[in-house]
């Protein structure tokens, strides 16, 4: 199969790639954004798009709580492809999606050269990014842990009692 067939095939199945929030990747099929939301499993579904408009990072901005955990490869791919810096990219939690779409801006399929470029691109981080990145996110995961500060309780005072002596 030649490269152009590959990359035809690749499109019409709309391979999309699937970032679990444990940090595993897979390169599943997704034909409308309704296939996005089953593979985040949860609903109103938000989109991040990459500086050069060709990447589309699907998220939820709402997670369960065991999927609150930030999703750090896909941090680092959306910190890789878009203008953010590791002090502004959003830190992306639970399950991501990564797909691309058509000139019409429906959902479309990453072809075989678009996984390629996002593979280039998530070895592409410098040092002192990833360093800057790790800081942040370990910053967040302690405040996390943190056990929220409640105010101290108001100790309700005793009425006097008078002394007659």
Known sequence: MGTEERVEWNKAMNTVLYFSAA????????????????LIQDHGLQSLTSADRQFDFWFSPSTPGCQRR???RATELLLATTAFTPKTVPLLRGCVVIATHDHDGDLDGLS???LD???AKSRALTKRQARALDRRIAREDRRRREPARRPAPAVAARPRTPVHG
Request: proline share 0%; hydrophobic share 40%; no cysteine.
């Open 70 to 72: 930030i999703n750090r």
């Open 112 to 114: 075989w050269m678009q």
């Open 117 to 119: 470029q996002l593979a």
């Open 23 to 38: 940090g595993a990747v897979y390169e599943t099929r997704a034909y409308t954004s309704a296939d996005i939301d089953r």
